[in-house]
């Protein structure tokens, strides 16, 4: 049974570019939720993704956007990237209705 | 809303030493509390959970914490620290299932030889 997986692993980008973060849930699971973790710092919920639409949103500003398809996948995307968006970008899904959230290994994303 | 503090964001132990990592929460409703695990390079690993049921909860990897109420606190204990434990702990809450994380800013787990 697979796990939540992440891709890409690692990316670079520099200022002023955009950049898509893709998420597969585990199986069976219908949610996908996104977080940021700044080095040094604990996760902070971006938004949460539920029958393709988000559900749920953190103190993000509007370039950080989402989708879910409709096989549970979930993209992230941050439009013009700045120096502050570098962290690592992590994905958990979950059940509607239950509560543990599984992670996945995350995205490092290095801005310049 | 909820939030999450944790006491320490370093702890040395020495290997085959009481493990003691410290949580404490703030929620308006009865919470559920998650321990997540994060080794260097990682994701998060879920160590255990409290659900309102048993307010002593074990884990993984021989970990395990109470729930107290009173004390609006949820520490993570292991009897003896392996070298293996090193890594970052993170506690979080949350009010309803559904609902997102709230995530403590984490606490670096060292086991000195």
């Known amino acids: 049974d697979a796990g939540v997986t992440q891709s890409p692993t690692h990316l670079i980008k520099t200022r002023g570019q955009q950049v898509t973060l893709r998420c597969s849930p585990k199986?069976?699971?219908?949610?996908v939720s996104w977080y940021q973790q700044a080095l040094g710092q604990g996760p902070q919920f971006i938004f949460q993704?539920?029958?393709?639409?988000?559900?749920q949103r953190g103190n993000f500003p509007d370039r950080f956007s989402g989708h879910q398809f409709p096989n549970y996948s979930s993209e992230l995307n941050v439009n013009a990237l700045l120096l502050g968006d570098s962290a690592l970008y992590l994905c958990?899904?979950?059940?509607?209705?239950?509560?543990?959230?599984?992670f996945g290994p995350g995205t490092r994303l290095l801005v310049l | 809303a909820q939030s999450v503090t944790q006491l320490g964001s370093h702890v040395s132990v020495s290997e085959g030493a009481l493990v003691l990592l410290r949580c404490n929460y703030s929620?308006?409703?009865?919470?559920?509390l998650f321990w997540y695990v994060q080794y260097p390079n990682q994701g998060l690993q879920l160590l255990l959970k409290?659900?309102?049921?048993?307010?002593l909860v074990k884990g993984i990897n021989g970990f395990e914490a109470e729930f107290k109420k009173s004390e609006t606190s949820f520490h993570l204990t292991k009897p003896s620290a392996h070298m293996s434990d090193a890594a970052e702990y993170f506690c979080?809450?949350?009010?309803?299932?559904?609902?997102?994380?709230?995530f403590g800013p984490g606490t670096r787990l060292s086991v000195l030889p």
């Open positions: 958990a899904s979950s059940s509607v209705g239950l509560g543990t959230q599984y």
């Open positions: 199986s069976g699971h219908d949610t």
């Open positions: 993704y539920y029958e393709e639409e988000e559900r």
């Open positions: 929620s308006s409703v009865p919470p559920y």
């Open positions: 409290y659900t309102s049921a048993a307010t």
């Open positions: 979080a809450v949350i009010s309803n299932y559904g609902q997102n994380f709230v």
